[in-house]
């Protein structure tokens, strides 16, 4: 199989313009060029979309009305009212997140979220802002978060460590699921297209056989539609979980 | 044992990871089947549950890939 095609070739990053500031390569790539594709798409259907204010909504109005809905009605189930402080930041989240997996869905185009230093950026954010909120919020009374209360202390030996872990492993956690859905959702795409093109290749029945992975490939694009909606709603969800854990630690 | 030859062995070894991930998934929707059977009206909300389960499960599913990449090209 050729270099350029082989199904890891799509994630390459590219310079499109070379910036170097203080030996700091800092380069217009790609995915730079995607995610502010991703920024001003969703600032433009929100905006755009919210103009009008009109009783009855257009299509635009109703799609900005449906999902601030969606997270609005999300941030409340699973972090308690008094999260509407940080409604902002996790609806942008979600936003960013979806806008980015969505257009990676365009052929040819790039999945910023499918680079694991995209989302593990972003985990780290929240997990980073999620420690300072539990320790403002309780001071060292933030720590009952790895001692639950009711349990018998001999089991708080082997409790607490596991907790403890856990903890530290939500960044990785958080980061990996989204980079892994994304970047095996589009191998996995390129390599059914693959077969494609090699069974097309063979004469006379190339054509009828290249058929079966070709609908297995209009079928995953599916698939991967529900995936991009899904796991911006997954990495949101749990950002609300972990909030509501900051703010309520030891229930 | 060539370093080359282990590589490959492992990594198929980390698909095992999958198994897991099969009872996982069957497990969270037969659960919803049935649940859904019993108490018809419940389905909508139940399906929200149903769907996070299963993108969480299937991110197992792709931390295995992972670490099969990782060994084969890491």
């Known amino acids: ?41 969703a600032t ?6 919210m103009r009008s204010r009109a009783m009855v909504p257009t299509r635009m109005q109703s799609i900005a009305e449906v999902s601030y809905e969606f997270v609005a009605n999300m941030v409340r189930d699973n972090a308690g009212s008094e999260c509407r402080a940080y ?11 979806l806008m980015c997996n969505a257009l990676g869905m365009i052929p040819y185009s790039f999945t910023p979220t499918s680079h694991i230093i995209v989302t593990f950026g972003m985990a780290a954010v929240v997990f980073v802002g999620v420690t300072i909120i539990g320790f403002a919020k309780h001071g060292i009374g933030y720590l009952r978060l790895f001692a639950p209360s009711g349990v018998p202390l001999v089991l708080m030996f082997i409790l607490v460590p596991i907790e403890v872990i856990s903890y530290f492993v939500r960044p990785i ?5 989204l980079f892994a859905n994304m970047m095996a959702g589009h191998t996995m795409l390129k390599v059914f297209g693959g077969f494609v093109v090699s069974l097309g ?14 609908a297995m490939v209009v079928a995953l694009s599916g698939l991967e539609l529900v995936i991009a909606f899904l796991q911006a709603y997954v990495f949101t969800i749990l950002s609300c979980l972990y909030l509501h854990d900051a703010l309520h630690p030891g229930h | 044992m060539e370093v080359e030859a282990a590589k490959l062995i492992g990594a198929g070894i ?37 769907l996070l389960g299963f993108a969480l499960t299937e991110a197992i599913a792709l931390f295995a890939l992972v670490v099969a990449l990782l060994i084969l090209f890491g």
């Open chain 1, 87 to 97: 409604f902002p930041f996790l609806f942008t989240l979600f936003f960013f997140i």
């Open chain 2, 14 to 50: 980390a698909t095992v990871a999958l198994a897991g991930v099969g009872i996982g998934m069957g497990n969270i929707f037969g659960s919803f089947v049935s649940s859904a059977l019993r108490n018809p009206s419940a389905q909508d909300k139940v399906f929200g549950n149903l």
């Open chain 1, 44 to 49: 433009f259907v929100l905006t755009l979309g």
């Open chain 1, 201 to 214: 290749a063979i004469e006379f029945v190339g054509p009828v056989i290249a058929a079966l992975p070709m």
């Open chain 1, 1 to 41: 199989m050729a270099a350029g095609h082989s199904p890891l070739a799509q994630f390459e990053i590219q310079r499109i313009v070379e910036f170097n500031i203080a030996g700091i390569d800092v380069s217009i790539t790609n995915s730079t060029v995607w995610m502010v594709a991703a920024l001003l798409v």
């Open chain 1, 173 to 177: 956690s958080l980061s990996v699921r």
